[in-house]
């Protein structure tokens, strides 16, 4: 069963500049979660998407986005590029069916690793 | 002050010794608790995973839920220079959290032949 594929693998980009990245889920799985991780800040929370409906926000500024489509791939946005945007971005995929049993078990992919100059 | 705190370490010890790493955590509604594993440049590896209080074991790996003192740990019997690796904690609410998991620093782990 494949896992949770994340493309691109690197990126640079420039300040003032936008970046889409793309996840797709494990097979099976309708719930996409986004997460910024950095050496200071650790892994933080962005959004989660469900049957192209985003359910769940974390604390960050607008400049960041994302969307999920019918086949439950999911991509996210970031305008507007500064330099403290440099990180890894991972996302995680899920049954996402909620109540007590497996639905937050999240099985993350390699991230992407943007690089803002 | 964090919702989830986690020393970073490093721990280094040699191989086939007991490693012992904890979280201690602030917010009661925490119910669900995680422990993954990442290598350099890799996505976190889930490898425990415990619902409420308790001890769950699964191979070399137990993990332990003291939901009474907030504090969760997990240990690793007979480390192996492959355990290499820094290791997270992660908790949730649960309920509408949906996606939503609360990490620790990470403790960078590193076992020596």
């Known amino acids: 069963k494949a896992g949770v594929t994340q493309t691109p693998r690197y990126l640079i980009k420039t300040r003032g500049q936008q970046v889409t990245l793309s996840c797709s889920p494990i097979s099976g799985h309708r719930s996409v979660s986004w997460y910024q991780q950095t050496p200071g800040q650790g892994l933080q929370f962005l959004f989660e998407y469900f049957s192209e409906t985003q359910r769940n926000k974390g604390n960050f500024p607008g400049r960041f986005s994302g969307r999920q489509f019918s086949n439950s791939r999911s991509e996210m946005n970031v305008s507007t590029l500064e330099l403290g945007d440099s990180a890894l971005y991972l996302c995680?995929?899920?049954f996402g069916l909620g109540g007590l049993s497996t639905n937050e078990k999240l099985f993350f992919g390699s991230g992407t690793q943007l690089s803002v100059l | 002050q964090k919702e989830v705190e986690q020393d970073p370490g490093p721990l280094s010890v040699p191989e086939g010794a007991i490693v012992s790493l904890n979280c201690t955590y602030s917010?009661?509604?925490?119910?669900?608790f995680m422990w993954y594993r990442q290598y350099s440049r890799k996505g976190p590896e889930l490898l425990m995973y415990?619902?409420?209080?308790g001890n769950k074991e699964d191979g070399r790996f137990t993990a332990q839920v003291d939901k009474s003192s907030k504090y969760i740990s997990l240990f690793i019997r007979d480390s192996q220079p492959s355990d290499s690796a820094t290791y997270l904690c992660a908790m949730s609410a649960g309920g509408t959290s949906y996606g939503k998991l609360t990490f620790g620093q990470g403790t960078i782990l590193t076992v020596h032949p």
């Open positions: 415990t619902y409420s209080s």
């Open positions: 917010n009661s509604a925490f119910q669900y």
């Open positions: 995680a995929s899920s």
